[in-house]
């Protein structure tokens, strides 16, 4: 039974996954769903969600979860249970901005987008990435505990992910979130991996 | 230095921190912020929010990744590194539904409150309640990997929050999720908090 990662044909939520698949040098079918295939597959899954994992037969859900998961095996973790807190802690917080970025992005409501819209980019965006890119310096170019972890390849996955729903590039005079982004695009087996992925928006 | 937690005079999102405090026998100052003192504390928050955990005169930040640090010094934790992506997986699943009810409950706008309580009520709680339900009998009345671990005490502390916010019991019908609920409480140390915390809406 193959290791098998099941997501839709974006990067989205499932390519931190697929970073850490590739570092960790874990061969796995990139398996793919349409959105026209997404409603027959829908029930399928455990909360109606994807991306779902399989490994020896075994199936686990939620992106951040299974990220960690691989992690471990991938030695990108903390040295003691103070550092996992640490990298547990930044992941959950770009998570927030990401979720607030995404409702902004998938709002349908037109007038209910551009009210977003305005606290977003005048509040809430260049307060979460100026005390991001405080973290990155004082973690001299990580997102924590001062070397290279999966918080890393949280933050470079999704990153690409937000600066499309934003439309501008959030990481723009933000060097050492910048450093955080092209150290994990350079490791030898991501590179490869972007280099021959599948082209997506997002 | 002492241990200590800083929140808002609230169960929310430090109850389930109490709690394995509490278990694990971690003695600990329980900083209460009043809704007045708050706009004074917000800037001195890494992110403006809280829960704020300090140890060791180290602070750390994010309710779920502080709740899972304690968890390892109380050791209801997994076994191995599956067990725990099976436990950090449900934790996430209830924190979803968790901000969809809060989400709701938070809205200040009424028209759109309206809107997100129908889709709420008639589709999101019932369909993670009947899948959580069923996790819950799959292990045997606990949250995850058939026994007592973080996920429960996750699970428990959280739920007494939803149903203030959904004003309904959402366990109604649901032996399972009851059961882990109760077992929680009746944990002694737990029941002894119980019997002594600050008596809050939520």
Chains 1, 2 share one sequence.
Not at 176 to 193: F, M
Request: proline residues 4%; charged residues 30%.
């Amino acid at each position: 039974m193959a290791t098998k990662l099941t997501y839709f044909d974006l990067r989205g939520l499932g390519e931190c996954i697929r970073y850490l698949l590739k570092y960790a040098g874990i061969t796995f079918e990139d398996v793919r769903v349409t959105f026209e295939e997404w409603p027959k597959f829908k029930p399928s899954m455990p909360f109606g969600q994807m991306p779902l994992y399989e490994e020896k037969g075994k199936t686990a859900t939620q992106s951040i979860a299974i990220a960690r998961y691989i992690a471990k095996k991938a030695k990108l973790v903390g040295k003691n249970d103070w550092e996992d807190l640490e990298i547990d802690a930044i992941v959950d917080t770009v998570n927030d901005i990401r979720q607030k970025i995404a409702q902004y992005y998938f709002e349908s409501n037109a007038e209910q987008k551009e009210n977003l819209k305005g606290t977003l980019f005048k509040d809430t965006i260049p307060y979460y990435f100026e005390r991001l890119e405080n973290i990155a310096k004082e973690n001299s170019g990580y997102m924590a505990v001062g070397r290279l972890t999966w918080a890393d390849f949280y933050f470079a996955a999704v990153i690409s992910v937000l600066n499309h729903f934003a439309g501008t590039d959030l990481l723009k005079d933000r060097p050492n979130l910048q450093t955080v982004k092209s150290r994990v695009e350079s490791l030898p087996a991501v590179k490869k991996w972007i280099d021959v992925r599948p082209k997506t928006d997002f």
